[in-house]
C-alpha cells in the first residue's frame, strides 16, 4: 500500500524559512514527485516536481525561493522554502506517480496518482 506522509509545516515570519518533508513508502522513490499546494478559497495549484533523474522544475511563483530535493535511500521527498511570503500560505501536499519523468502536466494534480494528507503552512506579515 502507497502512503505519502508530510512534516515540517508550521508558522514563520515573512522572509523566513521552513522545509518539508514527505516520507514515501510502498512505492519507488525515483517515480515523479511532486508539490502542491492550496491556498485558502482557492484551487490546489502545482508548485514543483523532480523526476528520476533529479531534474526539477518549478512554478514561475516559487522559482528561485523553493527548492526540491530527494534522498532516495531515504525514500523521503523535500521542499525547502526560502524568503517566505504570506501568499505562500497554505496546504502542502506531496505527490507520486508513475515513471521516471514528470511529463508536461506535472503542475495538474489529477495526472498523480497519490497524495499526503498535507501539512499546513502559514505565513504571517
Known amino acids: 500500500q502507497v502512503h505519502l506522509v508530510e512534516s515540517g509545516g508550521g508558522s514563520v515570519q515573512a522572509g523566513g524559512s521552513l522545509k518539508l518533508s514527505c516520507v514515501v513508502s510502498?512505492?519507488?522513490?525515483?517515480?515523479?514527485l511532486a508539490w502542491f499546494r492550496q491556498a485558502p478559497g482557492k484551487e490546489r495549484e502545482g508548485i514543483g516536481d523532480i523526476n528520476g533523474y533529479e531534474r526539477t522544475d518549478y512554478a514561475d511563483s516559487v522559482k528561485g525561493r523553493f527548492t526540491i530535493s530527494k534522498d532516495y535511500p531515504k525514500a523521503t521527498l523535500y521542499l525547502q522554502m526560502n524568503s517566505l511570503k504570506p501568499e505562500d500560505t497554505g496546504m502542502y501536499y506531496c505527490a507520486a506517480k508513475g515513471g521516471l519523468l514528470c511529463g508536461d502536466n506535472a503542475r495538474e494534480e489529477a495526472s498523480f496518482d497519490y497524495w499526503g494528507q498535507g501539512t499546513q503552512v502559514t505565513v504571517y506579515s
Open positions: 510502498g512505492y519507488s522513490a525515483l517515480n515523479c
